[in-house]
């Protein structure tokens, strides 16, 4: 079953402009990890928050965990083109690093 | 780093037919595998833990003589669907984790499979 949800479901926006998508979840997490997906593709890993941290970046993307709201967001800044994408949240419980997918935002990014 | 290779990446096949899809990690070595299923605009559903040289674990309601694990290497996992049926028909990705705990897993490709 998926633990997390996600908003909006899909987004569209233009080339240069922030994208801001919310993860949330049900149980207490170990860590929390964003993916991105191409069309008919396999998943990229885009960052992973630990359960004790609170944000983190990297290049463009900026995540940020409040494990009281069990809730976090990715954020894209100045976005490209290259940026469309599906964007999924997975949540970490168990010592064998199952992950439970929420059901992902579609971004598009118009030049 | 850390490439995982799923392959083949499409099969068209009758019904009936059983069907192999491989994953390796090409430059680590993983104890453990997941397989996931997906539908056209879906999320990812997982469907089984494969651990390497013990019989995988799968998730509530995934048929595990329908869809046979096997994890024989430390980098090298199989799905098999067998006798599959149109309703088989979807996007097959694997993933592999790094042993150590707070890693991220490693995606393949996915496979399409479409059952005529």
């Known amino acids: 079953s998926q633990q997390g949800e996600e908003d909006p479901q899909a987004l569209s926006i233009q080339e240069g402009e922030n994208a801001t998508m919310n993860c949330s979840y049900k149980t207490s997490i170990n860590n929390l990890q964003w993916y991105r997906q191409n069309s008919g593709r396999g998943l990229v890993h885009l960052i992973l928050?630990?359960?004790?941290?609170r944000e983190k970046h990297s290049g463009r993307l900026r995540v940020t965990l409040d494990t009281s709201k069990k809730s976090s967001s990715l954020l894209i800044t100045a976005s490209r083109a290259a940026d469309t994408a599906s964007y999924f949240c997975?949540?970490?419980?168990?010592?064998?690093?199952?992950?439970?997918f929420g059901a992902g935002t579609q971004v598009v990014v118009t030049p | 780093g850390a490439v995982v290779s799923q392959h083949p990446s499409r099969v068209i096949c009758k019904s009936g037919t059983s069907v192999k899809i491989e994953c390796r990690s090409l430059?680590?070595?993983?104890?453990?595998m997941f397989w996931y299923r997906q539908f056209p605009k879906q999320s990812l559903m997982l469907m089984a833990t494969s651990n390497e040289g013990s019989k995988a674990t799968y998730e509530q309601g995934v048929e595990k003589d329908k869809f046979l694990i096997n994890h024989a290497s430390l980098t090298l996992s199989t799905l098999t669907v067998t006798s599959a049926h149109p309703e088989d028909s979807s996007f097959y990705i694997c993933s592999a984790r790094l042993k150590t705990s707070n890693q991220p897993q490693h995606f393949g490709d996915g496979t399409r499979l479409s059952i005529l």
């Open positions: 928050i630990r359960s004790n941290e």
């Open positions: 430059d680590f070595q993983a104890t453990t």
């Open positions: 997975a949540t970490a419980t168990d010592s064998w690093g199952k992950l439970q």
